[in-house]
């Protein structure tokens, strides 16, 4: 996964998870906070923003692989 940050791309080394409660992560590279994580049951919920109060939702799915990569891929869109 490679998150994109001010026109940079984040490899999954450089990116950090980060347990926010028992069921939301953020997701945070080099340059701040990219998105989140939210488990609801057997789903992922995937969010993209700085803040979560205004994080908007991308993509649901039963992978948190593919929830990483539906944050990364939104960013990454929104970063363009």
């Keep these: 996964m490679a998150i994109a940050a001010a026109g940079q ?12 409660d028992d069921e939301t992560y953020s997701v945070v590279g080099p340059s701040g906070r990219v998105g ?4 609801v ?14 994080a908007v939702e991308v993509g649901q799915s039963l992978s948190w692989d593919e ?4 944050v990364e891929r939104a960013h990454r869109a929104h970063a363009a």
């Design 9 to 20: 791309y984040i490899t999954p080394d450089e990116a950090r998870i980060e347990l926010i």
């Design 67 to 70: 929830a990483l990569a539906m």
């Design 36 to 39: 989140y994580v939210h488990r």
């Design 41 to 54: 049951g057997n789903v992922f919920v995937a969010l993209e923003g700085a803040h979560l109060a205004h």
